[in-house]
C-alpha cells in the first residue's frame, strides 16, 4: 500500500515537473527560425511564403517558375486540390497531354511541349472547348484569318485570335509581311488601340444553390463559414474618423473566405495584411479584418503550428505573440541573442544584420530585404549615413518632414515587412514590434506599462489605400504613416562579452487627413537606441549621494559651531539656522558635484574604452535623475558664492599706521601771536598706497580666466574633444564630413566638459603655486612686505570675534623717509644688521588668525558707533556734532590709536597670547579655546587672510565657472556659447566684487574712496 502511494505521489510530481518544462519552453523560447530563401530551396521543394521555409511538393509534383507553389509535373493533371495542396493524376496513354486549365487530359492533333501541352503549328489557335465551354476530347489547332476583313493573329497564348499590328494592315493590306516590305522584329511593346478584357472570371454555381454563397470576386463558398456581414471599416483612431474603405469593401469578405474553406496561402497573407493596417487592434467587433483573422486563428488550430512557434500557425502570416499577461517582458527579457558584440580588438564585431520579407497588399510573397538599405527609413539621405543605423553602439536619430503629395506618388500601395535578425549559419531571430496605435477594446495598451503590451509582427511604412472611401482609384481620404520608428536595444545585465536582449521595433502612426497635398507635410524619423538596467548605477549614486550626503550634513554643524564661537554667541536661533543651511547648500553642492563629475568621468571612459561591451550610455530619459543633480549643484554652489561674497563685501578692516613724527615744527598762534612747535604731520599716503594695493588683490585668482575659456575651447572645438561626447563606442577625435553625426550624450558631454575644465584650472593652479609665485611674481606675500615697509598693520575681521592680522610694523622705526634711506634700510635688513619684522621678538611671523575677546569687540564697537549713526537713519544722527569729515578724522586716529595700544599690551583687560594652532584645529577650521578674558594670536604661515579674497577662494569659484559652464552647455548644446557666457559672467562678478569691495574699504578704513583707484 506504501509502495502504490509513492509510486502515485513520483508519478504525480513527474507530470508537475514535466508541465512546468513545457510551460518554461512554450513562454521562455526565443522563437529563431531557419532562414531559407527561394533559392535555398532543392529540386522538388517549393518556398511556402506562410513558413518562410523550403517545403517539398508532393508526389508527381515540381515547383512552379516562381518556386512559390507547387504544379503537376507535364504528363499529370490535378486531381484535387483546395488551395494549399493538391494531388496530381498521371493522364492515360489515349490522352496524353495536358489540357490548358490543368485539370484534364486531352489528345493532340499535332506534337506536345515541354510541358505536356498540345502544341499547334504557327498560324493557328489551340482549340479545348467548344462555343458552350464543353471540353473536347481531342484540341484543334484553327487557323486564324490574316486577310481583309479579319486581320487575324493567334494571341500570345496561342488559344484565341487577334487583330495584328497595324503596321502589317498599313503595309501589306494582311498580317503576313510580305516582300519586298522588312520585317522588324522589337521588344518594344506599341498599341495603337484598347482591347477590353474582363477583369474577373466567374463561376457558376452548381444546381443545389441553397448551399452556397456566391460571393464577389468570382468565388463559391460553404456558407456559415463566417459572419453574413463583413466590417470593412478603418479606425483612423487618432482623428476619431472611421472609413469605410473600398479596399476592404472589396476584399475583405473573399479574402476571409479563401484562407478559411481553400486555405489560400496569398488570401491568408493579404487578411493578414488588412488586420495590419488596422493597427492589429482588438474589438468586440469580430468581423473587422483583425476579429476575421482571429477567427480563422482559432478555427485552424488542428493544423498545427509553423516553425515550432505556437503563436505562428500553419498558413497564416504571424501576428500576434499571444495576450497573456507579462508575455512581452519574457519575450524581450529572458534569453540573450545568440551573438556576442565587441568594439575592438580581432573579434571585432558591430553589426547589427537585419533582414526582412516583404510582401504587397494582396499578400504576394516579392523578396527578402536587407534593411541596412535604409528599406525601413522614410527620410532621404545617403546609404553611408543610413548603414550607420546599424553598427552597434551608435545612437542613430533622423527626422525630417515628408511631403504628402511625394507619399502618395512613391507608395501607391503599402508594402508589408516581416522584421528578422540573421543570426548566420542559417536561422534568424524574428524582431517583435511594438505598435503604440494598437487599440485592446478601446485602450492603448501598448502605451502603457509593459507587463499589458501585446507583441505582435510585421509593419508597414505608409498606406494610401486604406483609406480610398469609394473607389480605389480615387485620392484617399486619410492616409497613415509610420511617423516615429525605434528599434531598441537592451544589453543583459551583468553581461563581458557584449550580449543584448532581442531588439524591439517600436512602430507610431500618423493619421493624416488630406487637405492641400502641394503644401501638406508630415514629420517621420527613424532611431535606434541602445540601453542598460541603469537600477544598480541609480543604486550606487543613491548610496554614494546618501553617506556623502550625511557627512555633509556633519561639516555643516561643524562650520555652523564654529561659526557661533567666531561670533561669540551662545544661543541657537533663526540666525544660526539659516547659517546652517547657507553652509549646508555648500557642502551639498560639493557633494552633488563629486557625484555628477565621477558618473560622468566614469561613463566617458568605460563606453569609450571598452572592447567587449559591457555598458551601454543612458538613454535621454535616464538622463533626468543626473541633469537634476547637476541643476541642484549648481544651484547650491550659487547660494554658496553669492554668500561668501556678500562676505567679503561686509568684512570689517582697519589700517594701523605705527609711523610717528620724528620732529616738531614751528607755527604762529594767530591769538597771542606768537610761534608754537607742534609735531609734524605723519604723511597719509602710505595708508592710501596699502589700501589701493588691497583694492587691487580683492579679485585677483590663481587662474587665468581668459586663458581658460580659450583653452577649453581650443581642446573642445579645434582639437576635437567634443566628438568624445557622441553616442557612440569611438574614441576618434577627428570625423569626416561625409559620416553620421549621432546626437550627444548629455552625461558624455558634462563629464567631458566638467573635467576638462577641472583639468586646465587645476594646471593653472599648480603652475600659479608651483612657478608664477616663486619665481614671477606673489602678490599676497608681496602685500605683506609692503605693510612692513609702510609701517602699517592690517586687521581683517571675518566674524564678529574672528579675523586675521598683518603685523607691518616697520623694524627700522619710521618708514616716512627718503630714497637712500629706504635703500639703507632695506640694506640693513637683507644684511640681518636689524632685528626681525615678526610681531614677537626674534620671529619672522606676520600674519595671524585672531579670536578677540568680547571685551576687545565691545570696545572697537564703541569707536565705531558714531560712524554707524552717520551712516544709519536720520533721525539717530546728532545735529550738533561735527561735520562727517572731522568725524571720521576723528573715529580714525581713536581707532589708529587704541590697536596700537592693544598689539604693544598697553591694556591688560583687553590683552592677548599668541601661540600656534592644534593640527586638528586647523584640519576642520574651528578653535577649541575660546578668548574668554584674553584674544588669541594663532601663527599663520599660510597666509590664510586671503580667504576674504577671491584668491583664498578659488575651488568655490573654479567649481561654479565649470557648473555654470556646463549648465549653460547642456541647456544649449554649444560649447562656444556656453564659454563666452561663462566669461561675461566672470568678469561681472569680478567687477561687482572690485566695485562694492571700493566702497567696504573705505567705509572700514575710513580712507576718502576718492583716494582708491
Known amino acids: ?309 505556437s503563436y505562428w500557425r500553419t498558413n497564416l502570416p504571424w501576428l500576434y505573440y499571444g495576450d497573456q499577461p507579462g508575455l512581452a517582458g519574457r519575450v524581450l527579457q529572458t534569453d540573450p541573442l545568440p551573438i556576442e558584440f565587441s568594439f575592438k580588438g580581432s573579434k571585432k564585431n558591430t553589426a547589427i544584420k537585419l533582414i526582412s520579407a516583404v510582401y504587397d497588399v494582396r499578400g504576394e510573397f516579392l523578396r527578402w530585404e536587407n534593411t541596412s538599405g535604409g528599406s525601413l527609413q522614410l527620410c532621404p539621405d545617403t546609404a553611408v549615413k543610413q548603414r550607420e543605423a546599424y553598427t552597434f553602439g551608435t545612437a542613430y536619430q533622423e527626422s525630417c518632414d515628408m511631403s504628402v503629395s511625394e507619399l502618395l506618388r512613391a507608395y501607391p500601395e503599402p508594402l508589408f515587412y516581416d522584421v528578422f535578425v540573421d543570426l548566420s549559419q542559417g536561422e534568424a531571430l524574428p524582431v517583435p514590434s511594438l505598435i503604440l496605435n494598437q487599440q485592446y477594446n478601446g485602450r492603448y495598451v501598448n502605451q502603457e506599462n509593459m507587463k499589458n503590451w501585446y507583441l505582435s509582427r510585421r509593419m508597414f511604412l505608409v498606406d494610401t489605400l486604406s483609406g480610398r472611401e469609394k473607389s480605389l482609384s480615387s485620392q484617399p481620404k486619410v492616409i497613415r504613416v509610420a511617423a516615429n520608428i525605434k528599434l531598441r536595444f537592451q544589453l543583459v545585465p551583468g553581461t563581458q562579452k557584449g550580449q543584448v536582449f532581442p531588439p524591439l521595433l517600436s512602430v507610431s502612426y500618423k493619421d493624416v487627413f488630406l487637405r492641400d497635398l502641394a503644401t501638406q507635410t508630415v514629420s517621420v524619423s527613424f532611431a535606434v537606441e541602445y540601453e542598460m538596467d541603469q537600477n544598480e548605477a541609480r543604486m550606487k549614486t543613491d548610496t554614494a549621494l546618501g553617506v556623502m550626503g550625511g557627512l555633509a550634513v556633519l561639516y555643516s554643524l561643524l562650520k555652523t559651531v564654529s561659526w557661533k564661537r567666531r561670533i561669540s554667541s551662545p544661543l541657537v536661533d533663526m540666525e544660526t539656522m539659516l547659517k546652517f543651511l547657507l553652509f549646508y547648500a555648500g557642502d551639498l553642492a560639493n557633494v552633488f558635484f563629486c557625484i555628477t563629475v565621477g558618473t560622468g568621468l566614469y561613463w566617458l571612459i568605460f563606453s569609450k574604452a571598452q572592447q567587449y561591451v559591457s555598458v551601454l550610455l543612458p538613454l535621454r530619459a535616464q538622463e533626468e535623475r543626473m541633469v537634476t543633480y547637476i541643476g541642484c549643484a549648481f544651484a547650491l554652489k550659487a547660494i554658496q558664492f553669492l554668500h561668501k561674497l556678500i562676505l567679503q563685501l561686509s568684512v570689517d578692516i582697519f589700517l594701523i599706521d605705527w609711523e610717528r613724527p620724528r620732529s616738531k615744527a614751528s607755527r604762529t598762534v594767530h591769538a597771542s601771536g606768537e610761534p608754537k612747535r607742534d609735531p609734524s604731520p605723519v604723511s597719509i599716503w602710505r595708508t592710501y598706497f596699502v589700501a589701493n594695493e588691497w583694492n587691487e588683490i580683492q579679485t585677483i585668482r590663481k587662474i587665468s580666466p581668459t586663458f581658460q575659456v580659450m583653452a577649453v575651447l581650443f581642446f573642445l572645438e579645434v582639437v576635437g574633444f567634443s566628438n568624445l561626447a557622441l553616442r557612440d563606442p569611438w574614441s576618434t577625435l577627428e570625423r569626416p564630413p561625409q559620416a553620421y553625426m549621432p546626437p550627444y550624450s548629455l552625461t558624455l558631454r558634462y563629464g567631458l566638459a566638467s573635467t576638462l575644465w577641472l583639468c586646465i584650472g587645476l594646471l593653472q593652479v599648480v603652475f600659479f603655486t608651483v612657478f608664477h609665485e616663486r619665481f614671477v611674481e606673489d602678490k599676497i606675500r608681496q602685500f605683506v612686505d609692503l605693510c612692513s615697509i609702510s609701517n602699517i598693520s592690517v586687521l581683517l575681521l571675518s566674524h564678529r570675534c574672528f579675523g586675521y592680522y598683518i603685523h607691518g610694523r616697520s623694524v627700522h622705526g619710521h618708514a616716512d623717509t627718503n630714497m637712500e634711506e629706504m635703500n639703507t634700510n632695506l640694506k640693513r635688513e637683507a644684511e640681518s644688521l636689524c632685528g626681525q619684522r615678526g610681531l614677537l621678538p626674534n620671529t619672522d611671523t606676520q600674519t595671524f588668525q585672531v579670536s578677540l575677546s568680547s571685551r576687545l569687540r565691545q570696545q572697537y564697537d564703541r569707536i565705531r558707533e558714531p560712524l554707524s549713526r552717520r551712516n544709519g537713519p536720520s533721525r539717530l544722527v546728532d545735529a550738533s556734532s561735527a561735520n562727517p569729515f572731522e568725524q571720521s578724522t576723528r573715529a580714525y586716529n581713536t581707532m589708529n590709536r587704541f590697536l596700537g595700544s592693544v598689539i604693544d599690551h598697553a591694556h591688560r583687560d583687553m590683552d592677548y597670547i599668541v601661540k600656534d594652532k592644534l593640527f586638528f584645529e586647523r584640519v576642520i577650521g574651528m578653535e577649541f579655546l575660546e578668548p574668554n578674558d584674553k584674544s588669541i594670536f594663532y601663527n599663520d604661515e599660510s597666509h590664510s587672510f586671503s580667504d576674504v579674497l577671491f584668491y583664498g577662494n578659488e575651488a568655490t569659484l573654479l567649481i561654479f565657472d565649470t557648473l555654470f559652464f556646463c549648465v549653460v552647455d547642456l541647456g544649449s548644446q554649444s560649447f562656444v556659447l556656453a564659454a563666452i557666457l561663462t566669461y561675461v559672467q566672470q568678469m561681472i562678478f569680478c567687477w561687482i566684487r572690485s566695485a562694492l569691495g571700493r566702497r567696504n574699504l573705505a567705509n572700514k578704513t575710513l580712507v576718502d574712496e576718492r583716494f582708491l583707484i
Open 1 to 309: 500500500m506504501a509502495t502504490e502511494t509513492l509510486n502515485a505521489e513520483i508519478r504525480r510530481l513527474t507530470v508537475i515537473i514535466l508541465f512546468f518544462i513545457k510551460f518554461n519552453s512554450l513562454f521562455c523560447q526565443q522563437f529563431i527560425i531557419s532562414f531559407q530563401t527561394i533559392s535555398d530551396c532543392a529540386v522538388g521543394h517549393f518556398y511556402d511564403v506562410s513558413s518562410l521555409s523550403c517545403v517539398k511538393c508532393g508526389p508527381n509534383q515540381r515547383a512552379s517558375v516562381t518556386g512559390l507553389t507547387c504544379v503537376c509535373r507535364p504528363g499529370y493533371r490535378v486531381l484535387t486540390t483546395n488551395g494549399a495542396s493538391l494531388t496530381c493524376q498521371q493522364c492515360p496513354p489515349n490522352f496524353p497531354a495536358v489540357a490548358e486549365d490543368g485539370f484534364r487530359c486531352i489528345r493532340c492533333a499535332g506534337g506536345l511541349s515541354e510541358e505536356g501541352t498540345c502544341l499547334c503549328p504557327q498560324g493557328t489557335v489551340r482549340v479545348e472547348r467548344d462555343v458552350q465551354g464543353n471540353p473536347l476530347e481531342e484540341a484543334r489547332c484553327d487557323a486564324c484569318n490574316g486577310d481583309d476583313p479579319a486581320f487575324s493573329v493567334p494571341n500570345n497564348n496561342g488559344d484565341s485570335c487577334e487583330r495584328c499590328q497595324a503596321s502589317f494592315v498599313n503595309t501589306s493590306r494582311s498580317c503576313v509581311c510580305t516582300a519586298p516590305n522588312v520585317l522588324v522584329s522589337s521588344t518594344l511593346s506599341v498599341h495603337f488601340h484598347h482591347k477590353c478584357v474582363p477583369s474577373l472570371i466567374l463561376y457558376n454555381c452548381p444546381p443545389r444553390a441553397q448551399l452556397y454563397t456566391y460571393l464577389q470576386g468570382g468565388l463559391c463558398f460553404p456558407p456559415n463559414n463566417l459572419p453574413s456581414n463583413v466590417n470593412p471599416n478603418v479606425n483612423f483612431a487618432e482623428l476619431a474618423l472611421p472609413v469605410q474603405s473600398a479596399w476592404f469593401l472589396k476584399n475583405l469578405y473573399s479574402t476571409s473566405s479563401a484562407c478559411l474553406v481553400f486555405t489560400n496561402l496569398t488570401a491568408c497573407q493579404a487578411l493578414g495584411n488588412m488586420c495590419v493596417m488596422n493597427m492589429h487592434s482588438f474589438s468586440s467587433v469580430s468581423n473587422d479584418a483583425c476579429g476575421l483573422f482571429n477567427l480563422i486563428f482559432r478555427s485552424m488550430a488542428a493544423l498545427g503550428t509553423t516553425q515550432d512557434i
